[in-house]
């Protein structure tokens, strides 16, 4: 059976409900913060907590000790875990009983990786894999590769919410399909897999 591959962010997770909350705990409009929060790139592919909120700091002219760089890290891995996507967690949940091979892929740092791999949803894929633990990230061609390796098979059906994401996949031979919500991929789904409810 062909393995599916999700993506976390804004497919498993909301856009992260905690970035206005963020923002008032820095006293800084939420405009302001979401631009500087955003340059994710160096922290998703291994970048320390403190080098991540240091280098929001900079861009906001603030500076932050450990204690806040802790709490900042809370609250923003909270905002990312606590509400996951019903809908989603429901097809995986269906899939998952029917057998079908899953495998988490995700542009996340350490920090998140370690507890994400402790919530309930976890359970249902056989790999997370996430990209700070490598060093590189989606849509480079080594990720691809690599996933293949970690689940023996380039069989995939790959659903992520980025077109850059989707490219890429795409390029490595991999059926990828942007996505939209889950019930557009039950429905893309269910020529392959069978019924998958409502």
Do not use: C
Request: glycine residues 8%; hydrophobic residues 45%; proline residues 5%.
């Amino acid at each position: 059976m062909r393995w599916i591959v999700f993506d976390f962010g804004e497919v498993i997770s909301r856009r992260n409900p905690a970035l206005p909350a963020m923002a008032e705990r820095l006293g800084v409009p939420l405009p302001r913060f979401e631009a500087a929060y955003w340059d994710r790139d160096a922290y998703d592919r291994g970048g320390s907590d403190a080098d991540y909120w240091s280098l929001i700091g900079s861009s906001l002219g603030l500076s932050f000790d450990d204690a806040v760089v802790r709490e900042m890290t809370a609250m923003d891995n909270a905002g990312w875990l606590d509400e996951p996507v019903a809908e989603t967690v429901a097809l995986i949940d269906d899939l998952d009983s029917l057998g079908v091979p899953l495998a988490l892929l995700s542009n996340a740092p350490t920090t998140f990786a370690r507890l994400a791999e402790k919530v309930p949803w976890a359970k249902h894929f056989q790999h997370l894999v996430f990209s700070g633990d490598l060093g590189y990230a989606k849509p480079d061609a080594a990720i691809w590769r690599h996933v293949e390796s970690v689940i023996g098979s380039s069989d995939v059906i790959f659903f992520d919410d980025r077109a850059t994401n989707v490219e890429g996949a795409l390029t490595a031979g991999w059926d990828a399909r942007l996505w939209t919500s889950a019930a557009a991929a039950r429905l893309e789904l269910r020529a392959e897999f069978g019924d998958l409810g409502a």
